[in-house]
């Protein structure tokens, strides 16, 4: 328990870092997002050693996860803190009918590490949701403390080490340079039968695979574990918060939570509007076009909205791919000559902006909540754009002006500022968020909201919650 109370509280051991050959390198923001918020009353009651067993079932009413699988596995506190581990035999290969196993923990016996690992198996491809998933966690091995394993290919011989009968499962950094080191070996052509990870065995490409899943079902724990306290300190109606825990634990994976066009938005895009955690390009488009359609039902048809690949479009050679992709676009027009504006997000390195082109008065804007430079690229894409536009509708008004190439760079129209304002750190990550509340501004108000918008980061809790709730309302009524 101890041990899982400090991950909590600090995180992991290691730093994790992603890599984007478009975006580069970053530190992966779901460790930041897995550590939680400290409360006092909170922890006593769920940790205090004298109290902890009164306060259970109390605790389990709030913000708990459902779960069908929880009548099966164990919690934390009724298994036991197991120090076995698994010590390869290093004179000979390791088999699965007789895994080398030394067991240090007397309180726990082979027939109850089997069983536990064969309801680890079973129910390993049979969740549904998002708290199925978390429940397994409890059944994990524990992960090794010790990173930078040695590892080597593995040649000649099967690899029979089976991850789910594991003592004490590799970091997930071991994890990734083995698959990392494997697809190496298999683009040269040597074609190694696996893995070896030292001290723990020898892994096929397959059984990596698995303990590379094992790492996801930890991230997904931790992150069920911080969203359940993240909506205890909303101020949500009962039918609110169980419409949101339904819909963050509970849908199911394989089904999005909304669709719109060809493009979803499903749990694990839903569950990044909790906290502060980087929202995907799926929430943004779908939650624009939706508003954008909204509009256009009361009246309000003059904008068009360009999707995040809209910078793929422009970067692509082909002249009729491009026209095509603004054509429909602006099909949604119920005429060319009610085109006023134009909205585009912007992504940056772990970061969204927003172009407004108001083409009613010729102006480029761009802004964010960090007064970011806009990329060389989005200016470039955004005049290419017009310039086709201009060729395909020669006769609308402001395009026959050919405001843009007067235009060196774009204009701010006054983004709130993301900078904190105290140490609760709300609205770091919520640029995507502040993106789509711009653009609903602009797409009912027009120009007007220039430097004149009325929300603020700071209270950014309150606008996740309230764009989750639109979407399932939006969910709903589809």
Known sequence: MTADLFDQMFGGDFLKFKYDKDHGTKIDESVAANILEYSHNHWEK????HNAEENDDQAKTLCHPRCNLAETIPTKRQRKTSKRSLLPDSTSPITSSSPKTVVLDDDKDATEINAESSFLQKAFNKTTSRAEVAALYHLLPPVAYRSSAKLTPVYDRVCASDPFKLSERPCESDIDKAQKLLRGEQNTGKNPTGIHIEGKGEFSETCLSVLKQFCRIAATYHKVSSERNWLLGMDCSPRD???????????????PILKHGNKRLDTTSFSDLVEERYIDSFVIDICISKFLEESKQSGNNFTVYFPTEFYDWMSSNDKQFQQHQLRERLKLLRNIDDLKQILVPVYMPSHWGLIFVDVANRMLYFDDGLNSNAPRLALASVKRSLELLLEMYPCHTSLQTR?????????????PSQTPINTKMIGVGSCGIGVIMAAKDFILMG??????????????????????MQILNWSEQA
């Open 46 to 49: 769920m940790y205090g050693s």
């Open 241 to 255: 918060l169980a419409l949101i825990q339904d819909a963050l634990w509970h849908h199911p994976a394989s089904q």
């Open 403 to 415: 405001f843009w190439r007067e235009h060196l760079g774009f204009q701010r129209f006054g983004m």
């Open 447 to 468: 120009p007007l909201v220039i430097h004149n918008f009325q929300w603020r980061y700071c209270d950014m809790d309150l606008h996740r919650k309230q764009l989750m």
